[in-house]
Every structure is written in structure tokens, then in C-alpha cells.
């Protein structure tokens, strides 16, 4: 096995060391927006036509747990390794940049899809949702869960403390993921919401994702897809960059 | 079997900011050597290995282990390196075996591996903590730990950066018996420490660094004949002997019966100091000669005492 393989299985047993916390506890939250939400809104919300709210909610409450996880994953576990200073020993073997970003990314990749897995099989409990098509849904858990890993990536090498990370977390991926029409659809916005909404790239994320389980989205498939290719590009370019360069890694 | 040396180091500069920290470095360490990096606090030791180790980059200059370049042939460079970095670092999520497979695991080892992590957990008196959280260590068995990573891959070429800071007397016996062995099974050992002695017990050649140059590279024997003075020690009948004015200037301390003196290799007598201590009234009744030891000469060469 090549050294990257390691370095993938070794972040990816470091999150279920601790699964009660990097697993368990992001489904039950997941759960619980899903109760309250559901209760508090159903038939009061327009969602598309013929789905119940609370199925339209749960595509959007994946996606939304998919993307805080991935982003988790690999930014905590740099951080770490920087603060503590561990992270000499990875930087001292024979790994080149790729090798290192494929490893945290797809560790992270993991964390997201096992953790958005994980909130449909206990809502399916709850509700039916509808598959429309299984490659769609697929195909959007596997680049949403990338971007976010990557960005997780870039924001975990440009942090110096946990509370920069922190910071991050908090006034970009959180208002993003939450403004992203995860509790609603954007048409039923007012105009101006809309087109800002429209500049959220978190919302094709989950309006791609919607239209796996519905066949029904705000925006065409196709340019959900589009989108959220191109930011997986460039983050990862920049991502590369970072750790080509040893930028804040090797001084 | 490539016959160059282990490591050389190529005129290399390394600036952080306004520090100057490497300025032109440049010698070679052969396969095989027992190598000591010596210099006062903030020399620049750890700058030269973590450029070795990939985890500086220079600004100018060239390194190579055993024929590699370090950045451009990275792989095989660190491939061929071991390094167990001067700060006690440690990732609080795993236990001592599980450390030391992954680490080997970054370096592409398979199954085949799992014996030698046997052998160092034994040889690192580690194997009955090996199933221990890293965080459950005692500093001592943490730095054991940072060895045993360093060594997990087997590398020709092994790197301590101040392997026994903070570790207590019993230990640091053990630890250099382990390293010893690994320089008789021929791996070449480079080492920068803090205790003087050990270097003087340990290394056949010596670099000393001071503000990011190389003062002096030599073998212990002619470092130490380097010593351009030697301390005369009298020890006389009274409590607190006088000392006549002249002599003033050579004294380095007087406690109890014995004046020590720091005498000139060339210019001073021992007979001439002699004379005048003993008509200054201070009845001599022994004395001994004493040629500098490495810490004399260090504080010669870097104007400095280590601490
Ligand atoms: N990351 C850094 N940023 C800025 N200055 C540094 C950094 N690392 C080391 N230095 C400076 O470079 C010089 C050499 O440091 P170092 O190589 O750690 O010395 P030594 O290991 O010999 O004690 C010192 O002046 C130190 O303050
Ligand atoms: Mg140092």
C-alpha cells in the first residue's frame, strides 16, 4: 500500500476514534432540525409540487450535515496536527502534494457521506422520501462532500489558531449552508433573495442534490453540476498550490 | 553502493524575515560518521536539519542525502533520512503501536514491517506501553516514541535534533547505548545536543555553529588541542590562598584551600605563576594541570557559554 492510502486510513480512523462526536452526534442534530422543522412547518411552507414538506426537508438536511462534516474533518485534523505540532512527521515522508491532498480530501469525503448516509437511513424511519434518480444524488453527495473537504483543507493550512478555524466555521460555511435553501425553496423567496441566493454556491449543491430524490429543482441540473464542478476546480488548484508551496506548513 | 557522502550541505542561506539564521553553511558529513552539530541557543541547528528534513525551505544553497537532492529528489532524500525533531510532538489520537505503523505507512512499508516495529518497541524499552495512548506518556517514553518514528523506515541516515533535552540522567545513558548500537550497525548518526559531554563521549567529529555560520569543523581530538589555554589548579595550606595583583587576571575562582587559574598554552610559566603566588605568601602544597575540554573551547569559539 502507498503512503497516501496511510495517511487517507489513518485520518479516517482518527474521526471514528471519536464516532459519538464526528458521527453520531451530527445525525442526531440532523434529526432534531428534522422533528422541529417538520412539525412547525409542514403545510405552511411551498415547497415543490406534490412533495410534503418534510421530504422536501430531508435532501436539504443531508446535504447541509454532508457539507459542516466534510468541512470538519480535514480543517480540524490540520489544524491540530499544526497546533500540536505532530504534523512534522507527515511533512518528513516521501508524500507529494497530490498525495497529501487526496488523502485528507477523501478522509474527509468519508466522514461527510457516511454522516449524510447516516441521516437518511433514520429519516426514512420517519418519512418516505421519494429516489429519483440514484446517480444524481450519488454524484452530488461525492462533490459536495469534495468541495467542502478541500475547503476544509485550504482553511485548515491558512489557520494559525482553532479560533481563526473557528471563525471560518462560523461566518462562512454555517450562514452559507443555512441560507442555502436547505428549509426552503428560493422561489419562494422575494425576488432580490433570489438572485442573491443564486450567488451562494452551497445552494446548487443542494438544489443538484434535491433533484436526485424529487426529478424537481430551482435551477437546471445540469448548471448545479456546472457550478459546483468549477468550485471543486479551483479550490482544489488553490488547495494544491498551498501544499505545493509548503505555504504556512514548511517555513 | 553510492560512496559519497551521507549528507552535504552546499553554501546554503536561509532567511526568516530580517534573521539571517543560515548564512552559507557548507560541509559534508561521510557515510558512517558519529557527527555532533554544537552551537549556542538559536545558532541555527534546527534551521539545517528541517531544511534537511524537507521542513525548511532555503533560500539559496544545496543539500543532498547520500547523493539526493533534498527537494528536488525529496522522495528518495527522506526516504533515506530519519529525523526525530527537537520539540516533543505527538498526535493525542493514537496509541504508541498505532504511531509507529502509520509513520511507516507514510513511507510506503507493508506487513513486512510489523517485526521491526517489534524489535524498536523492545530495543526503546516501549512494548509493554505500546497498546498506551500517547497522551498516557510520560515525557521521557514520548521522545522514545519520536525515535522510534524516526527510525521506523529504516533509514542509513538518523537525525537528532537535541534527542535528550528534558530527559533524566538514567534515560539518557539508555538512549545513547541504543543510539551507539545503531552507529555500530552502521548507520550514520548526526546529532546536535546540549550536553557537552555527550558530545565529547560520542562524536568522532564535531561542526560548531554560531549565528549561522560554521566556526569550526573538526575531529574531537583536534578540536580539543585547539584549546589555546588549560586551568592550573593550586591547592594551598591557608583558606582563600592570596593571589598576587599580577595574577589578578588569570584567576577564574578560588573556593576553599584551591586557586584555579586559567593559563596561556604558549605565553604563561607555571613555574613563574608559582613564584609569585608563593611570595605573596600562599604556601603551595599540590597542584594540577587540567587541557580544556570541549565546553572551553566552545565558549572560545562562540565567545558564549551554551547556556
Ligand atoms: N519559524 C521561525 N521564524 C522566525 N525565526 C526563526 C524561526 N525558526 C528559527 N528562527 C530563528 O532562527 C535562528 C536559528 O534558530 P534555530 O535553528 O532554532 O537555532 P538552534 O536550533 O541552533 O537553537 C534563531 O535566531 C531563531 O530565533
Ligand atoms: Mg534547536
Redesign the interface.
Known amino acids: 500500500m502507498g503512503g497516501a492510502w496511510w495517511l487517507f486510513y489513518k485520518e479516517v480512523i482518527r474521526f471514528f476514534k471519536v464516532a459519538f462526536q464526528t458521527v453520531l452526534a451530527p445525525v442526531i442534530t440532523a434529526l432534531l432540525y428534522l422533528l422541529v422543522f417538520s412539525h412547525v412547518l409542514e403545510g405552511r411552507v411551498r415547497v415543490f409540487e406534490d412533495v410534503p414538506y418534510t421530504a422536501f426537508l430531508i435532501p436539504g438536511l443531508m446535504m447541509m450535515t454532508i457539507i459542516q462534516n466534510a468541512f470538519a474533518n480535514s480543517s480540524s485534523s490540520l489544524i491540530q496536527s499544526k497546533v500540536t505540532g505532530n504534523i512534522v512527521f507527515i511533512l518528513i515522508a516521501p508524500l507529494s502534494h497530490l498525495e497529501l491532498f487526496t488523502a485528507y480530501v477523501a478522509a474527509a469525503m468519508v466522514r461527510g457521506v457516511v454522516v449524510g448516509g447516516g441521516v437518511f437511513l433514520l429519516a426514512v424511519w420517519y418519512v418516505n422520501v421519494p429516489i429519483y434518480s440514484l446517480a444524481v444524488i450519488l454524484g452530488f453527495a461525492v462533490l459536495g462532500s469534495a468541495v467542502l473537504a478541500t475547503l476544509g483543507v485550504i482553511a485548515g493550512i491558512w489557520a494559525e489558531k482553532f479560533d481563526q478555524l473557528a471563525a471560518f466555521q462560523n461566518f462562512i460555511i454555517m450562514p452559507l449552508s443555512f441560507l442555502s435553501g436547505v428549509f426552503y425553496s428560493i422561489q419562494s423567496l422575494p425576488p432580490l433573495w433570489q438572485t442573491v441566493s443564486h450567488l451562494n454556491p452551497f445552494f446548487y449543491l443542494i438544489d443538484g442534490f434535491r433533484y436526485g430524490f424529487f426529478g424537481a429543482s430551482d435551477v437546471p441540473v445540469v448548471l448545479s453540476f456546472a457550478v459546483t464542478l468549477l468550485a471543486l476546480l479551483m479550490l482544489a488548484l488553490l488547495a494544491l498550490w498551498m501544499l505545493g508551496h509548503g505555504y504556512k506548513l514548511r517555513q | 553502493m553510492y560512496s559519497g557522502p551521507a549528507v552535504a550541505i552546499r553554501e546554503v542561506h536561509k532567511r526568516?524575515g530580517d534573521i539571517h539564521a543560515l548564512k552559507g553553511v557548507d560541509f559534508t558529513i561521510d557515510q558512517g560518521e558519529f557527527f555532533g552539530l554544537l552551537g549556542p541557543n538559536g545558532a541555527g541547528k534546527s534551521t539545517l536539519i528541517?531544511a534537511l528534513?524537507?521542513?525548511?525551505?532555503l533560500d539559496a544553497g544545496q543539500m543532498t542525502v547520500l547523493g539526493h537532492d533534498v527537494v528536488t529528489g525529496?522522495?528518495?532524500s527522506?526516504?533515506l533520512?530519519g529525523?526525530v525533531?527537537q520539540?516533543l510532538?505527538?498526535?493525542?489520537?493514537?496509541r504508541v503501536r498505532?504511531t509507529l505503523r502509520?509513520?511507516a505507512?507514510?513511507?510506503?512499508l507493508?506487513r513486512e514491517v510489523e517485526t521491526w516495529i517489534d524489535e524498536l518497541l523492545d530495543a526503546l524499552n516501549l512494548a509493554d506501553r505500546a497498546t498506551a495512548n500517547m497522551r498516557a506518556l510520560s515525557g521521557g517514553m514520548k521522545r522514545r516514541v519520536l525515535i522510534g518514528?524516526a527510525l521506523v523506515h529504516k533509514p542509513p541516515v538518523v537525525v537528532l535534533d537535541e534527542p535528550t533535552a528534558g530527559v533524566d540522567v538514567e534515560l539518557r545513558q539508555q538512549l545513547w547505548g541504543f543510539i551507539r548500537r545503531l552507529h555500530a550497525e552502521g548507520h550514520t548518526i548526526v546529532l546536535t545536543t546540549h550536553y557537552l559531554e555527550d558530545a565529547e563521549e560520542l562524536c568522532d567529529r564535531i561542526a560548531i555553529v554560531d549565528h549561522g555560520e560554521l566556526v569550526a569543523l573538526d575531529t574531537k581530538r583536534d578540536l580539543l588541542a585547539r584549546g589555546i589555554s588549560r586551568t592550573l589548579h593550586v591547592y594551598s595550606e591557608q583558606k582563600a590562598p592570596k593571589v598576587p595583583d599580577k595574577l589578578r587576571d588569570k584567576v577564574k575562582r578560588i573556593h576553599d584551600y584551591c586557586v584555579e587559574l586559567r593559563l596561556e598554552r604558549d605565553r604563561d610559566s607555571i613555574v613563574e605563576v608559582l613564584d609569585a603566588l608563593r611570595d605573596a605568601g600562599t604556601r603551595v602544597c599540590d597542584l594540577r594541570v587540567e587541557d580544556d575540554d570541549l565546553e572551553d573551547v566552545f565558549v572560545q569559539l562562540t565567545g558564549r557559554s551554551r547556556q
Open positions: 526568516y528541517n528534513a524537507g521542513l525548511v525551505r525529496y522522495r528518495d527522506r526516504r533520512l529525523v525533531p520539540e510532538v505527538y498526535d493525542p489520537f493514537f498505532e502509520f509513520q505507512g507514510y513511507f510506503g507493508g518514528q
